[in-house]
Antibody, heavy 123, light 106 residues
Framework: QVQVQESGPGLVKPSETLSLTCTVS????????WSWIRQPPGKGLEWIGY???????SYNPSLKSRVTISEDTSKNQFSLKLKFVTAADTAVYYC?????????????????WGQGTLVTVSS | ETVLTQSPVTLSLSPGETATLSCRAS??????LAWYQQKPGQAPRLLIY???NRAAGIPARFSGSGSGTDFTLTISSLEPEDFAVYYC????????FGGGTRVEIK
């Protein structure tokens, strides 16, 4: 049973960089695709980007210029960096595993989620 | 960008009734649509993917249908634990989510 857990600072100053880590247990990060998704308080969900089982990345075009997702396979972790944050980036940030279908393809749907971590952008 | 519009925004029903939730896409997403349930303070839970495939461990009272631009999530005989917010999500290009439907107790 794969489990994922987000960690990182809960408060970030405007214009600085938000950095979060997702730790995976019960499975190797190299065996799945992984995404970051966020949810502003009281609002809907927004996909940020993913990292594939081989380390390739893809980002939401609306955030692409500010986002980097990377992995540390030795620690079975992957990370999110979001530069130049503003109050609009205040949200609960989730990491999630992609669905793998019966043919072994990784779909852009998410079947295992972390509990989420609230990041507030404020001075 | 594919925009997903969910309706109604709020659905007021009693336990035992059937819930019918709608999700409409601005462009065809084939059958590349999922449904999630989210309860307060919790992460979303995948219910249905590729329009009609139930995720592992999801009860049979949850069913999905549709293709192209119009999709439906049906919850037959609502249980008390089914009152929550439901989101649809497409994967035709980059993933995007609908605004959600709240299913509340009448």
């Amino acid at each position: 049973q794969v489990q994922v857990q987000e960690s990182g600072p809960g408060l970030v100053k405007p214009s600085e960089t938000l950095s979060l880590t997702c730790t995976v247990s019960g499975g190797s990060i190299s065996s799945y695709y992984w995404s970051w998704i966020r949810q502003p308080p009281g609002k809907g969900l927004e996909w940020i980007g993913y990292i594939s089982s081989s380390g390739a990345t893809s980002y939401n075009p609306s955030l692409k210029s500010r986002v980097t997702i990377s992995e540390d396979t030795s620690k079975n972790q992957f990370s999110l960096k979001l530069k130049f944050v503003t109050a609009a980036d205040t949200a609960v940030y989730y990491c999630a595993r992609h669905v793998s279908d019966s043919s072994g393809y990784y779909l852009l749907f998410f079947d295992s989620w972390g509990q989420g971590t609230l990041v507030t952008v404020s001075s | 960008e594919t925009v997903l519009t969910q309706s109604p925004v709020t659905l007021s029903l009693s336990p035992g009734e059937t819930a019918t939730l709608s999700c409409r896409a601005s462009h065809s997403v084939n059958n590349f649509l999922a449904w999630y349930q989210q309860k307060p303070g919790q992460a979303p839970r995948l219910l249905i993917y590729d329009a009609s495939n139930r995720a592992a461990g999801i009860p049979a009272r949850f069913s999905g249908s549709g293709s192209g631009t119009d999709f439906t999530l049906t919850i037959s005989s609502l249980e008390p634990e089914d009152f929550a917010v439901y989101y649809c999500q497409q994967r035709n290009n980059w993933p995007s989510f609908g605004g959600g439907t709240r299913v509340e107790i009448k």
